[in-house]
Structure formats: C-alpha cells, structure tokens
C-alpha cells in the first residue's frame, strides 16, 4: 500500500520502518488475523482499534514480530544493516521480583547497554517518569499505575526507534491514565514511532495520527485520526464508533 499523504512528519515515499504484505495469522485451525497489506512510517503514532477478538493485540505483536504469520514481514535496515530498535509495554506489565532500580538495570542488560551506562539511564528513566523516589521499592508493591509508569521507564531507558503499547491505560484510575498518556505523548514528541492498541476511543483521538480499525481479523479501515472520526465510515466501524460494538 502507498503511503497516506499529510501524514504529520512523514513525506511521501518515504521508506516504511515496518512493511506486511498478505501477513496473517492463524493459531491452530483458527484464523485469527487474515492477509493483512499494512506500513508503518517514522513518526506516526498509530491506534489499534476494534471489539474484544477482532485482532489488535494479535496485529501489534506481529508487528513487533512475535508470532509465526504467513506472507511478508519485512523491517527497514540502516546503512549498517541494523533494524530499528524497538520496546512493548503490555497491558499487565511484567515485573521481576526484585526493586524498581533493578528492574531497569536488568532491562538496559538485556538491550545491550554497556554498564557503564546504565546507573544514569536508569536514574533518568526513573525520574523522567516520576518515580525516582521509588527506586529501593519491590516493584511488584507498587501501584497499579506506578507499574505502568515503570514499565514504560524500562521502554524509554533503552531508547527504542518503534514503541509498542498494548492497551496502555486498561484498568488505570483517570489520574494514573492521565500520567501515561503525559509520558507516551512526550515519547512521541521525541521521534519514537508509537503503535498501540487500546478500546478508549478517546485516547485514539488525543494520541493517534492514524487510526486502523479491524473487525474479525480483517483490516476495515486504516485513515488518518481526523478522517476516521470526521468522515463517513463501513458499517461496521460506524456501529464501533457510535458505541454499539464497542
């Protein structure tokens, strides 16, 4: 598919950082994703949307490239050959059974940062989330919105190219949402390419540039955020968006 233009900071014909071509899904007999023609260009901030079981999870962790698909994945590669680096953050973030400090220090490990490094990645990522104060703290005691707050310290503090966010703000009280919709709109303004999947449709239209909306696995509609909610839609999305599907 060519690139949509007007597309915030993206021009046209610009290289996508994350091309399916005819990519699906099946797990078992069931098909859950069907082929699917979708790029992902640096910058965007892309909003999964559809009803329980359409897709969106399972799009955003093909995306990510976590599960067997059928058809074409390909990721654009720098001069050096390198893909563009890339976080998730799940819905129910893990967290190890150890201090907030050291669940940082294992993930900047883990991404390859070299020790040296890491105390003051660790120390910014922290309080750039506003949680420095809970360093020495058990992570698995903290709140449910300081979780996510942390597990979004851990994405930032390895400074991924592509951010992944799987219904970021479920289950979070409007102050906790508030704050993590703060961070991932600061993330976004730094040049992280943000995809998320997410039922808040108000949400999509505060964070996203764009919008894909899917419906039993199949691609409907895939607009710019202001088209999407501005403009006449499929019958099924219409019905999403007025509230009887979703």
Not at 7 to 19: N, S, W
Not at 120 to 131: D, Q, T
Not at 168 to 196: H, N, Q, Y
Request: with cysteine; hydrophobic share 45%.
């Amino acid at each position: 598919m060519s690139p949509t233009p007007g597309r915030p900071g993206e021009p046209v014909g610009a290289t996508p950082l994350i091309r399916l071509q005819g990519a699906g899904v099946c797990f078992g007999a069931r098909t859950v994703l069907q082929a699917l023609d979708v790029e992902v260009h640096r910058g965007e901030r892309v909003a999964l949307l559809g009803s329980n079981g359409s897709g969106k999870t399972t799009l955003l962790r093909l995306l990510h490239g976590q599960v067997t698909h059928t058809g074409i994945r390909q990721v654009h590669t720098d001069a050096q050959g390198r893909e563009p680096s890339q976080a998730m953050v799940f819905q129910r973030p893990f967290l190890l059974r150890l201090s907030v400090w050291w669940n940082l220090q294992v993930a900047l490990w883990l991404a390859g940062v070299p020790r040296a490094q890491r105390p003051e990645r660790a120390r910014l990522a922290l309080n750039r989330v506003g949680l420095g104060e809970h360093a020495q703290r058990p992570a698995r005691v903290l709140s449910g919105g300081q979780q996510q707050r942390l597990a979004l310290a851990r994405a930032w503090a390895v400074r991924p190219q592509l951010l992944f966010l799987d219904e970021p703000t479920a289950s979070l009280d409007p102050a906790a949402k508030r704050d993590v919709e703060g961070l991932i709109e600061e993330f976004a303004a730094e040049g992280m390419t943000v995809i998320m999947s997410t039922h808040n449709l108000g949400q999509a239209k505060r964070l996203a540039t764009r919008v894909l909306y899917l419906e039993s696995g199949q691609l409907v509609v895939d607009r710019p955020v202001t088209g999407f909610f501005n403009e006449a839609l499929p019958e099924a999305a219409a019905q999403f968006l007025s509230g009887e599907r979703a």
